[in-house]
């Protein structure tokens, strides 16, 4: 079963920066198959939506709310992938999600999420 371990959310400002981060482990081996990884996020009573997406050869896409804003990255070799998420706003705050296709182990495979609040 593929784990999924987000890192780096917490409590800022509006117009500061975090980094999120994002560890995709399997108990036993090594996993060479991740493909797609994706960042959402929701809030309480709220579906759960698309931040940014990104593939195993480094296309990307990101939610019209977040773009030019946020940047979504990631290290195969790890693998993680990584959300940089500047200029902050308040209407960021949500729980955040990591999520990722594996080619041997299927998907989506979804982290426990991490909260990142927004502060005006």
């Known amino acids: 079963q593929v784990e999924l371990v987000e890192s780096g959310g917490g409590f800022v400002q509006a117009g500061e920066s975090l980094r999120l981060s994002c560890e995709a482990t399997v108990r036993s081996g090594t996993l060479r198959g991740i493909r797609d990884m994706s960042w959402y996020r929701q809030l309480p009573g709220k579906q759960r939506d698309l931040v940014a997406h990104?593939?195993?050869?480094?296309?990307?896409n990101y939610a019209p709310a977040v773009k030019g804003r946020f940047t979504i990255s990631r290290d195969n070799a790890k693998p993680m992938v990584h959300l940089q998420m500047d200029s902050l706003k308040p209407e960021d705050t949500a729980v955040y999600f990591c999520n990722a296709d594996d080619v041997f182990y299927g998907g989506p495979h979804w982290g426990k999420g991490i909260q990142v609040t927004v502060s005006s």
């Open positions: 990104i593939t195993y050869s480094g296309k990307t």
